[in-house]
């Protein structure tokens, strides 16, 4: 696979009204190459997106948490999400108040 397969995978994906299980394997795969040959942190955010609108929070933390590293105020953001909410079984508010600050 290549950056622009990748990217090109994503795209098709986002045009898909209900996608298949095989099709959203197929994304997340592409969306993981990219974070790995790019560090892309929208690629993170991304990624951890599709993960907290499945309920897979633990996941959802991961990416963020990486894209949080690179300053990415999408990622940040959502960290407070996470966090005031409890989505992990766990609610911080004093994370949630570092992360919304």
Not at 3 to 17: D, L, M, S
Request: net charge negative; hydrophobic share 35%; aromatic share 20%.
């Amino acid at each position: 696979m290549t950056i622009q397969e990748a990217r090109a995978i994503c795209r098709k994906y986002h045009q898909i009204g209900n996608p298949s299980d095989e099709e959203c394997f197929i994304y997340t795969e592409a969306l993981d190459f990219i974070i790995r040959e790019t560090g892309n942190p929208d690629a993170m955010v991304e990624l951890g997106g599709y993960y907290y609108e499945r309920q897979e929070f633990d996941l959802a933390l991961k990416y963020y948490e990486m894209a949080a590293e690179k300053d990415n105020l999408y990622a940040i953001s959502d960290l407070g999400y996470v966090w005031y909410y409890g989505r992990t079984g766990k609610k911080d508010y004093e994370k949630a108040f570092y992360y919304f600050n």
